[in-house]
């Protein structure tokens, strides 16, 4: 299989394909011009949530709206996240990767507009929604689409220059946002996607081929239940570590959202092709990635939100100057894609998750101890090692997890990766902001201090670095015929 592309003669057999477009009409594209073709959309869907955060209170009182309800618009369109991820895989399948690919980026194209001219609160929660459906379908089918086309050498080369993109738009998102609130205006937030995504939009038509397999009948009752389950979760994280709900109705929510994650997993079992595969977990490095990679993602996904946070509170500097302060952790990703083959080709996958996986929670910990006496090239260094090591630790993840899956378990496989994705970034924003608040509330404080800061950073590293354990089951030749390592 080494070296050959997720092309029709893979799947032949498995899963009918639609034939390439003819040679004149498609041009080759390399590995890596198909993952920056894909990283277009992820980049757009990181930056806008990170850059709407820090234009809320201008938002609010241009649509006269209370500044502690606007964060409607971002539940909204994590809900929308949570409904159609998993079926994104099924959609792909049934109207072609390509075509799915195009309607997604001109979705969230068309969500943007309408949120770039929203009246009203309600009409940007409208217009959130929209975008939401189109990020959703967006990320896990672009996925798919690089997968389909890229040969399992060049996974890795390719899969590290896809996540650049998607790991700066979190960290560009509050300087962005700041310098766009106060030279322009908030609507300016939403109309910087058009271009990037007309761009990825014809990049896609030139480059990309339209694969498709047979369209399987809709897990209508899947759907259902595993957007009940996710919306509930995702929606009792959010609201509760925000403290828009009391104790009481987030275990509520939350418990309604157990009840029917259990309820979609009874169905699973008797389904002949779930909308989520649970069996896609007796894949082992699927497996692992997927468990390992939450753990990881958990605690690095909090890092957007504490750094900025710390930086405002703590140092007492503006959201715009705090932004270009946690700007080298971008800095650090960008760094990574040269070094990511090579690191784990040397290292191999299961090397490299576990002495990895255990310095970034050292790392990240210690981002917990910055105070405003260090020197200004020390605190850079370590955000940039941040960015540098948790960059290499997701390539490593979104690329092993793929390798052992069958051409036909191809789409499942990227809407069932997609959807832990999404859940675990969202449970790591929820487990910081909850554990920032049990401990300014202990010691009867409005805001918190530089030990609360201390005590959660703690605990996202430890929770970053338990991912190593899990990741000590893989073999010592997992995934070496992509990462080229043979032991």
């Given amino acids: ?95 072609g990767s390509r075509t799915v690919f195009c309607g997604a980026i001109m979705l969230f194209m068309a969500g943007s507009i309408l949120c770039a001219q929203a009246w009203s609160l309600e009409s940007l929660v409208v217009a959130r929604i ?23 050498q060049d996974l890795i080369d390719a899969t590290a220059w896809m996540l650049v993109p998607g790991m700066a738009g979190p960290v560009l998102g509050p300087p962005v946002g700041g310098w766009i609130t106060t030279h322009l205006s908030w609507r300016w937030i939403f109309y910087i996607n058009i271009p990037v995504g007309v761009v990825g939009l014809v990049a896609v038509l030139i480059f990309i081929e339209n694969f498709r397999a047979p369209a399987p009948r809709f897990d209508w009752r899947g759907i259902m239940l595993s957007g009940a389950a996710l919306c509930l979760l995702m929606l009792g994280l959010e609201t509760g570590s925000r403290g828009q709900l009391s104790v009481g109705w987030t275990a509520l929510v939350l418990g309604a959202g157990v009840a029917a994650a259990i309820a979609y997993l009874l169905h699973a079992r008797v389904s002949p092709r779930p909308v989520l595969d ?106 940039l090692l941040c960015g540098f090591i948790s960059s290499l630790q997701f390539t490593g993840y979104n690329t092993i997890a793929y390798c052992d899956l069958k051409p036909a378990q191809m789409s499942s496989g990227a809407s069932f990766y997609a959807t832990f994705q999404q859940f675990a970034l969202t449970l790591g924003i929820a487990v910081a902001a909850a554990g920032l608040s049990a401990l300014t509330a202990l010691r009867g404080q409005a805001l918190p201090d530089f030990a609360d800061f201390t005590l959660v950073f703690g605990l996202m590293g430890a929770i970053a670095g338990s991912s190593a354990l899990i990741a000590t089951s893989l073999p010592r030749n997992a995934g070496a015929d992509v990462s080229g390592k043979d032991s």
């Fill in 278 to 383: 649970p069996a896609l977990m007796k894949v082992q490095t699927f497996a692992v990635s997927v468990i390992s990679g939450t753990l990881f993602r958990v605690g690095f996904g909090s890092l957007p939100f504490l750094l900025p946070m710390l930086m405002q509170i703590g140092f007492g500097v503006s959201a715009e100057k705090s932004g270009f302060i946690t700007f080298a952790a971008a800095g650090g990703a960008v760094l990574m894609k040269a070094t990511a083959g090579p690191c784990l080709r040397r290292l191999g996958f299961r090397r490299t998750f576990v002495w990895v996986g255990l310095i970034s929670g050292l790392l990240l910990a210690a981002c917990g101890l910055i105070r405003p006496g260090w020197p200004a090239p020390v605190i850079y260094t370590l955000l």
């Fill in 130 to 152: 929209v975008q939401g459906i189109g990020g959703a379908l967006m990320v896990p089918v672009g996925r798919l689409v690089m997968l389909r086309s890229v040969s399992k």
């Fill in 1 to 95: 299989m080494r070296g050959r592309a997720f092309t029709g003669a893979d799947v032949r057999g498995s899963v009918a394909v639609m034939s390439p477009a003819p040679p004149s009409l498609k041009r080759r594209a390399s590995p890596r011009l198909i993952a920056l073709i894909v990283a277009s959309g992820l980049f757009m869907e990181q930056l806008d949530g990170t850059v709407l955060a820090t234009a809320l209170p201008d938002m609010a009182a241009s649509l006269g709206a209370d500044v502690l309800h606007m964060s409607t618009a971002l539940t909204a369109y994590l809900l929308s996240l949570a409904v159609f991820i998993p079926v994104s895989g099924q959609v792909a399948d049934r109207f």
